[in-house]
């Protein structure tokens, strides 16, 4: 390999300073010539960053469309996203640039186009014709504010109503405004001294197309005859309105108000309502009206062909029903239906068979946006059952609080999950297919199987099939069934950790290929899993209780000493693997009244029924410690071949043997260090001087009074906090004004240091332990928050039953390294460069015969890896990934061969070992909101974007990076936000991504019927060209409103897949198409024109050839 040197990767890449690069290269030369064999393959052109999908709920909506030609879904938010749905597996997101929120969203029914109203007055048309939606034009007012929007089915003019209460008309081909507008004050009845407030419905009358019905906010509801100008009816009513629906006929109309009433209008009946209706109102039995309910927000009048029309309406309620939840109220013949829904309704749509508004409706399903769901009603089916939901919007279901990503799983692993997870489904859902069906699925390119697991803060975790860009939910365990819940407020004395979500997850550790799985929760618990497939019966819950307990004891305990005692499983008891802090868990209070040796949570002692899936294998609590409580797990590793289970945190570390279920080590972080601590660590004022060495554990419980402070982290120096989500994971992490600051300075005192490092990465590996090691074997490599990396041996007895008869004999060996800021990651590479995973065993089913038991008693778990145990004998490579800095360590030499300042000026939250076309890399993703990656083992950068400045905790608790150049965060509560790192996946993204656009046939107009058309009764057309066109109507005002062209395709550029050339050429032909169909469409027009005019002139000469003649001279 070459000389090292740093060059720069791309565009905008902060240069690391030349000093760093020449010690890089110093240390390199030094290293001799064995580590610079190594070839790496890994280049710059290897990478690139591009969001790839956006899981989940759409965060805080606000406005519902759909096509039900298409049949897609779109949602608008507040912070002005855009997403759309198709058949289960498409879907689509968008962003506005300006964030405004979405007040409304209207399709050009099939025309492959959809126009956004925005809180800040714009109006803008989007091109769905493309993989990337992108913005064709925007129109912005300046003088007035939209409230709402019309588009008539098969119209090229859109109606758009203000708060001023004026009328504006929109060309969406041209995306420029008439000259015709209709006035407020034209509107109303001259006499009416009032404004009649903003316009809040406009319609056009099914059967008639030239007049418009404009429902003001104060309760006037105009019909306006578009080309006489003028006002045919007027409808004045007491109460504000909030919606209007036609019945198709266009004789009727109906109002939903804001006293909970509906009031049914004849067309030509204006001075009073045909029917007023109180859906909630209780009727009082002496004639009088009913008492006033709650407003109704919205309405829809759907007929059907074979029997009474449906009335859907949302709100209404009588404002006695404190407390019932939001309800959407069907009303059909009859029967009224009350729904009731999880969440407030945001809006609902009904969808029909039919986008003609004239024609019979037939409505089949309602879809209701519900502000953290969306629901689908079957209107078909008997008690309006709801159809179940393909989409994986459930990721929010309970908060999210952490998350790990697996890419390239075990084939067998998501049928496995799959079927565990079937058998959870609720039942009752409609038979029917989904209805939203809309668009073709991409082509996949992707060969390997993707999984995310996401913690809850209920103590559910979920795991989702996420291969080729898709969610999917798997399987959903809840592991707070294992633990008593409180009855009352009373009956909590042990959740107080936490006030709130006592059993939230805080860390996963999971092993793919054994299947074992280990969660730590924020009540500071370990719960181990092991997959089953069979349903079993626990009679008793096995379980720990550790005390982990901060002391400075000055006496080294020998390793002879920790010989761990075989305690019987599920008896409580808690002996310990060092001999003078050996203390079972017997009282539940010290002798002057502090709470001691009681966990935080109460594990159950009933028999506990365990369906086919995760089953429990152990539980691991810390215990309160004279009254102080136990702190918060920082770090969790777990190990199948080995049969063990680590973790930290602030006090200290402790192993757990999961088959023999002992403790093996229970040690205080500064005992690790043994006589090698480089830290002075005397107690100093303000603190009461400790005891002198030798006054440990035993002489607290002889009624000492621990100092308040001596078990603290800083970040829970309060722990009865109110923690509604477990935000403090990071023992380091300073939370001001929803941004990261550093919490530590370089100058800390010695005292500050001490009462700060907690245990901040473990990883078990086979490696060499000590600079004389020939062979490697089992170990324990320990990160602390303060950049110490130390080594602990695991002597492990043969395998089989001896396995679970001889105890694992653990022991530090001595090993200190150093780096700046706390350890994140660490890993091993063989001396081909090539990964060295963890040792594990493959998956097998636990509660299997006993001729399977004995076969299994004679296997060995191996450690999987690339290379011969000869070649792991030669030398090894550390990567350990801090803070600040990585490090690539040659073993057993200890020699540091490369070096890598990543950051001076923020901090490294995420640092992954990666594997990326056929070899491995170092990801990283700063405070600073770059996202950076280094070759392995050179540390060369190859990467480094600036991509999002961290805003809040739920990004730095949620961001990972897996392998394939894959990584993900949560980027609101509700969704998961997905991106590649990788050049060929951002080259395939084009393909993968599904197509909401499909050619589909416009359903045929409605047949008028032979009378119909002979007397005049069917639907009547209007020219709007004539009446709205420049040579009409004249030019709109310029300062009315500025029309901004969009970026067009060129949207889809910036982040998609295959370049900028290909990705113009493909924008230029979605539009040409556009333009093309338009084109058509108006030279179809024309030609319908021509002839009907050719018609009416052959007609008019007959009449005149006839005219005089008799009835007999024909």
Known sequence: MRKFNIRKVLDGLTAVSAVASASSAAQQQQAGNRETEIQETLQSEHFQLCKTVRHGFPYQPSALAFDPVQKILAIGTQTGALRLFGRPGVECYCQHDSGAAVIQLQFLINEGALVSALADDTLHLWNLRQKRPAILHSLKFNRERITFCHLPFQSKWLYVGTERGNIHIVNVESFTLSGYVIMWNKAIELSSKSHPGPVVHISDNPMDEGKLLIGFESGTVVLWDLKSKKADYRYTHDEAIHSVAWHHEGKQFICSHSDGTLTIWNVKSPTKPFQTITPHGKQLKDGKKPEPCKPILKVEYKTTRAGEPFIILSGGLSYDTVGRRPCLTVMHGKSTAVLEMDYSIVDFLTLCETPYPNDFQEPYAVVVLLEKDLVLIDLAQNGYPIFENPYPLTIH???????????????????????????????????????????NWGVITQSYSEIIITGHADGSIKFWDASAITLQVLYKLKTAKVFEKSRNKDDRPNTDIVDEDPYAIQIISWCPESRMLCIAGVSAHVIIYRFSKQEVTTEVIPMLEVRLLYEINDVETPDGEQVPPVPTPGTGSNPQSIVPQSHPSTSSSSSDGLRDNVPCLKVKNSPLKQSPGYQIELVIQLVWVSGEPPQQITSLAINSAYGLVVFGNC????????????????LGTIELYGSNDPYRREPRSPRKTRQPSGAGLCDINEGMVVPEDRCKSPTSAKMSRKLSLPTELKPDLDVKDNSFSRSRSSSVTSIDKESREAISALHFCETFTRKADTSPSPCLWVGTTLGTVLVIVLNLPPGGEQRLLQPVIVSPSGTI?????????????????????????????????????????????????????????ENQYAVICSEKQAKVISLPSQNCIYKQ?????????RGDIVSLSNSICLACFCANGHIMTFSLPSLRPLLDVYYLPLTNMRIARTFCFTDNGQALYLVSPTEIQRLTYSQETCENLQEMLGELFTLVETPEAPNRGFFKGLFGGGAQSLDREELFGESASGKASRSLAQHIPGPGGIEGVKGAASGVVGELARARLALDERGQKLGEL?????????????????????????????????
């Not at 084939?411 to 997870?421: F, K, Q």
């Not at 890993?827 to 090539?834: E, I, K």
């Open 397 to 439: 279901e309970s908060p999210v609080t952490c998350c790990e990503y697996f890419a390239d799983c075990p084939v067998d692993l998501i049928p496995a999950l799959y079927s565990v997870g079937a058998r959870q489904k609720r039942q009752g859902y409609s038979k029917k297919e989904w209805p939203i069906s809309g668009g």
């Open 651 to 666: 006090n200290g570390i402790a192993m757990v043997d999961y088959l023999q279920k002992t403790v093996l080590l229970n």
């Open 1082 to 1114: 108006e030279e179809k027009t024309a030609a319908m024109l021509y002839s009907a005019d050719s018609f009416s002139k052959h007609a008019h000469e007959m009449m005149l050839k006839y005219k005089d003649k008799k009835w007999y001279q024909f």
């Open 901 to 909: 300042n990543i950051t001076e000026t923020s901090f490294v939250l």
């Open 817 to 873: 390294l150093r780096l700046k800021g706390a350890i994140l990651r660490m890993a091993f590479l063989d001396t081909t460069g090539s990964l060295v995973p963890p040792a594990h065993e493959t998956w097998r089913e636990h509660h299997e015969d006993k001729d399977e038991k004995e076969k299994a008693k004679k296997r060995r778990p191996v450690s999987v890896s690339p290379s011969s145990s000869q070649e792991i004998s």
